[in-house]
Every structure is written in structure tokens, then in C-alpha cells.
């Protein structure tokens, strides 16, 4: 097969949508169902249309675009990742995998091929956690992993529930429609920058995920009492501030303890009230993201850190509620597909080897109900949810042709898989 990836045009897409953000470009934020994710969808959907896609979107927001195969009875092979973005983002996290998908399509349709089973491109809403506190919404609905009545529950941080949220994006129909069967489709394949220096230090072009780590996160809420900050003397406070920053010390030490290097912690979110520097903090919120490849190690780092809050806030007079947002296993890949993307490498001869992601991405939902695994690209000195996160066009373009050329052996007749 004559497969031919136009660079240029893929990253010219690429730029244009990293200038639909709610920042200054260039740095890209899109959280879910802001308007500039609304309108970075449009100009996903947009390409997917004038690629001969028929697009359609679920009751969340999760956007499908088929090419249908000569067989439509026969279960799709998926392909997608995510276009929003955390706060301070940079341009190519999730978007290599929807836009590098559009150019798979595209190089595949122009070399002539056509698909036995369909394609579908997915781009799934809210792989990032910004608005609600839980990562991969739009997968972890569509796996079935979370019921629609936990969906339903969820509030932003102002209080605004996800059903205003997605009915003021026009996303039409009940949650209990966004789950889909377990043999709904027949495998799938996630294009992503690989998130961390190891393919950029070997020099080698692809790796393939055979292993996605377990993520988690809890929210904390702490209340204690504020006051003027002159007039409460020490002895007499129960800041909520500090007790945040103790326990914000306390998961460092609950990560770095576990005997293994692969539990990482992080307070990424910490908000103290009212903010003014004359009155004592008398709230605070944190948001800790805990993960590791191994479940034990990050399950008995989890247990550490809440019981290390509790003992923190007693001692202060501090109240606390905790939430275990989510506890997620990791996502072991199917080894079959995994093996089919080495063999697409060898026949590409782009270097490639296996690896385990640690990051999240949906993958780990869609390996829920399908064969999933992921091929990842090169980025510069690993570095990602940062603006200054960069893949080259030399860099992407073999990803999208192992993934065009894999999409070609899923889906081509005879059916392989
Ligand atoms: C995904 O963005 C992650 O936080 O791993
Ligand atoms: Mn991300
Ligand atoms: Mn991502």
C-alpha cells in the first residue's frame, strides 16, 4: 500500500486548532465545554466531514466519525484521544491522536484502500479533569466503568451540574444512553506524544503501550476558623491553610516511602479562603492525583495520605471530608494487538519499542471492552502539560502511518482480527 502522510497539512491543522483557546496563544487551555472547546470541536467535526467521515455525538459530548466498511454489520475498529485542555496545556497532548487520525483516514482513502470493517474516530469529551475532578468522562461512561447515575451526580466547582453543563453544549439524550456493549467494537488504537524522554533519548520512533498505570484522586475539604491575621495569636488558630500545607507534604512522603520509584503524588490543586493576606485561611481545598503501576503501592500510599490527614486536621481543630474521586486499576493492553503494531513497525522499519504509559488516556477505559493498546511518538524532552510541549512534523508523521497502516490491517479484507 502507497500510504501518504502530508506533514505540512497536519500540522498546519494542528496550529490552527491550538489557536482556539481560552488563553494566550502560545498557550492552549480548552476545558470541557468551554467555548473554546466547543469550538475546537466544531473544527474537529468540520475535518472529519470534509474527510468523507459521518459524524455523530453522544449525550456527553464523546463525537464519532465513521468510514463505513463494505461489512457495517461487522464491529468497528476505533481510533481517537481527546482535543481539551488542562490550564497552561501546550498544543499536541490528544490532538496528534484526533487530527493524526483525520490524516490516517485521509492517507488511507487517497491510497485507495478500502475498509472490510468501519473505522470510527472518536473524540472523547473530558479526558482531562478540569471541570469536574475526573479524567476520562467521556470513555469511562462509554466503557460502562462509571453508571450514569455517578455522572449525574457531578458539580463544577461553582456548584453547576454536569447536565447544565452538557445541555448548554447541545449534548442531547439521557447518560444512559452513552454506554456502549462490550463487543461494540473490535479494537482500538490510541495516537498519542508520549508524555515522558524515553523514545526522544533512545532515539527511536514509536513505542507501543503494553501497560497504562493505575491513576487515583481524592479532594479534600478542609474548614477550619479564619480571623484577622493580627489580632488571632498562634496559639489560638486553626488555620486551614497550613493543615492543606502539611498534608500537601504529607503525600510527598507517602510516594517517596513506598519503596517504589514508580508512585508519584501530586497536589495540584490547592485553594485556600477567603485569599485576602490580612485573615487567616478557614478553608482549603485540595485536589491529589496519586499513581503508580503497581495498585499495592499506590493503595497503601493512598491509605497513608488519608491517614495522615486525619492526624494533621485533628491536631489543627480542623475539619475534613475526603473523596475518593476515582481508584482506577491500570489497563493491561491486548497482547495480540500489541504485537500487530510491532509487526506494522517492522514492515514500515521505523524503529519502535514497547512500553508502559504513565500517563492516563481513555485507552485505559476502551480496554475495558475492546483489544485496545497505543502507539506513542517522540516529544521533546518528554515534556507535556506545559505550552512549551512540542512533536515535530518528522516525529508525528511515522505515528500516523503505523496507525493508518495498522487501521488498514484491522479493518481490510480478509478481516484479521
Ligand atoms: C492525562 O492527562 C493525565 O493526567 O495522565
Ligand atoms: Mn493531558
Ligand atoms: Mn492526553
Known amino acids: 500500500m502507497n500510504l501518504t502522510v502530508d506533514k505540512y497539512r497536519l500540522q498546519k491543522e494542528i496550529d490552527e486548532l491550538a489557536l482556539i483557546t481560552e488563553a494566550e496563544p502560545p498557550i492552549v487551555t480548552r476545558v470541557l465545554f468551554s467555548e473554546a472547546d466547543l469550538r475546537g470541536r466544531d473544527f474537529v467535526k468540520q475535518l472529519a466531514r470534509e474527510a468523507g467521515l459521518v459524524v455523530r455525538a453522544d449525550a456527553v459530548g464523546n463525537i464519532f466519525a ?43 482513502k487517497q491510497s485507495g484502500f478500502r475498509p472490510h470493517r468501519s473505522v470510527e474516530l472518536i473524540v472523547f469529551t473530558a479526558e482531562e479533569p478540569t471541570r469536574f475532578g475526573i479524567g476520562c468522562l467521556g470513555s469511562r461512561l462509554l466503557s460502562g466503568v462509571w453508571a450514569p447515575q455517578k455522572a449525574a451526580g457531578l458539580r463544577d466547582r461553582d456548584g453547576k451540574s454536569l447536565d447544565e453543563w452538557r445541555q448548554g453544549a447541545g449534548c442531547a439524550g439521557p447518560l444512559e444512553s452513552i454506554c456502549l456493549p462490550k463487543n461494540h467494537y473490535a479494537a482500538f488504537v490510541e495516537l498519542h506524544i508520549e508524555q515522558g524522554p524515553i523514545l526522544e533519548r533512545e532515539n527511536t520512533n514509536i513505542g507501543i503501550v503494553e501497560k497504562i498505570a493505575a491513576p487515583s484522586t481524592l479532594r479534600m475539604q478542609l474548614t477550619g476558623a479564619g480571623g484577622h491575621a493580627g489580632a488571632v495569636l498562634m496559639p489560638d488558630r486553626h488555620d486551614a491553610g497550613l493543615a492543606a500545607a502539611e498534608i500537601s507534604l504529607a503525600v510527598e512522603q507517602a510516594v ?25 485561611p478557614c478553608r482549603a481545598l485540595l485536589e491529589i492525583d496519586v499513581r503508580d503501576t503497581q495498585v499495592a503501592t499506590r493503595d497503601s500510599a493512598l491509605a497513608q495520605i488519608e491517614a495522615a490527614a486525619v492526624d494533621i486536621c485533628r491536631r489543627r481543630g480542623v475539619a475534613l471530608e475526603v473523596d475518593r474521586l476515582n481508584v482506577d486499576p491500570p489497563a493491561i493492553c491486548d497482547g495480540s494487538l500489541v504485537e500487530t503494531v510491532a509487526a506494522v513497525c517492522r514492515l514500515l522499519e521505523i524503529s519502535h519499542r514497547k512500553m508502559i504509559s504513565r500517563a492516563y488516556h ?31 512534523p518528522e516525529q508525528i508523521a511515522p505515528g500516523v502511518r503505523v496507525l493508518a497502516q495498522t487501521l488498514s490491517q484491522l479493518t481490510g479484507p480478509p478481516a484479521t482480527i
Open 66 to 108: 465513521r468510514w463505513e466498511g463494505s461489512d457495517p454489520k461487522l464491529s468497528a475498529v476505533a481510533t481517537g484521544s481527546h482535543i481539551d485542555a488542562i490550564p497552561n496545556a501546550g498544543k499536541f497532548d490528544g490532538v496528534v491522536g484526533v487530527l493524526g487520525a483525520i490524516e490516517a483516514i485521509r492517507a488511507l
Open 362 to 392: 481513555d485507552t485505559l477505559f476502551m480496554a475495558q471492552i475492546c483489544p485496545s493498546t497505543m502507539i506513542f511518538i517522540p516529544c521533546r524532552g518528554g515534556i507535556s502539560h506545559r505550552p512549551d510541549e512540542f512533536a515535530s
Open 256 to 280: 517517596t516511602g513506598t519503596g517504589s520509584p514508580d508512585t508519584v503524588g501530586t497536589t495540584g490543586v490547592f485553594r485556600i479562603e477567603p485569599g485576602a493576606v490580612n485573615s487567616v
